[in-house]
């Protein structure tokens, strides 16, 4: 079952345009929600999200916050999925290809839900992790489908037998290819700031309000490339990763290669949110 536009339809009824500027330049924006107990996660954070990304790239959100999450619940609702994701994507639309944005085109819409179980093994266990410049452009805070630097970022982690690659500028860590990342030391929370160089996160948000409650002090600054290895604690924050420790960076150990205390401490408080 999708949602195409305001059809819900089967896949086989589903037709997009060779001339989708989705298709031809990444022309659009996305997100990634996650389903738990049928239920979707933080619908308000993402939905106003996915407006901010549409409207810095001068896509008329097609609907009122209301509306499509309206249709969201219609969607999980007829996909019968309990666990998993929703993912929705939005393309300025259908014209002939050129470079100069089309005037009065009108949006194409599409989402779909997927069952997928929550990585307890790897939120256990920990991930390995590489370092690599970030060469992604000025403007990491829209959530745009143009995802090259990122896949193959993740890409040269599988290559190094990693699962996640961290971006640094020039020594400065930002984010990951498709996380967040928070570093602790000496019992501080240290993260890069919200501003044009990372994805303001939804799962970054809500683990420094569950941080904050728990009366860990949380330094909303960028720290360097020294400071995350010399860190006590390393983990990333996302949609489906939730709260993952990373264990070993460019083949170093993080401390005993073992996720760490205060990591265990948000994980814990994690899954009380979201069973509640
Ligand atoms: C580059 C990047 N940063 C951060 C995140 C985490 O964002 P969220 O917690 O909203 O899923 C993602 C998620 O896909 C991402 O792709």
């Not at 998993?84 to 194409?108: E, F, M, N």
């Amino acid at each position: 079952m999708l949602l195409y536009n305001d059809l819900f339809l089967n896949k086989e009824e589903v037709h997009i345009s060779h001339e989708d500027r989705g298709y031809y330049f990444g022309d659009g924006v996305y997100e990634v929600f996650r389903i738990y107990n049928g239920k979707i996660f933080e619908t308000e954070k993402h939905l106003q999200r996915l407006k901010r990304s549409c409207e810095e790239i001068q896509i008329q959100f097609p609907y009122t916050i209301e509306e499509i999450n309206d249709k969201l619940l219609q969607l999980v609702q007829k996909s019968f999925v309990h666990e998993g994701t929703l993912y929705l994507q939005i393309t300025r639309g259908v014209a002939p290809r050129s470079h100069v944005i089309p005037k009065d085109i009108k949006p194409v819409v599409l989402a779909y839900c997927n069952e997928v179980n929550r990585p307890l093994d790897k939120m256990q266990s920990g991930i390995k992790a590489i370092t690599q410049e970030d060469i992604r452009w000025l403007r990491c805070d829209i959530k745009s489908l143009n995802l090259l630097p990122n896949t193959l970022a993740k890409q040269n982690a599988v290559n190094h037998s990693a699962e996640e690659t961290i971006f640094h500028r020039d020594g400065v860590i930002t984010e990951c290819s498709a996380s967040n990342i928070m570093i602790v030391h000496d019992g501080e929370i240290h993260t890069h700031p919200v501003n044009h160089l990372i994805l303001n996160g939804v799962t970054r948000a809500v683990v420094l309000k569950l941080a904050a409650k728990a009366g860990f002090p949380i330094k909303e600054h960028p720290f360097d490339l020294k400071q995350l290895n010399r860190a006590d604690e390393v983990f990333i924050t996302g949609t489906t990763v939730e709260i993952t420790p990373i264990i070993s960076i460019d083949q170093l150990i993080v401390s005993d290669g073992k996720p760490g205390k205060i990591t265990r401490e948000l994980q814990n408080l994690y899954e009380k949110l979201i069973t509640s």
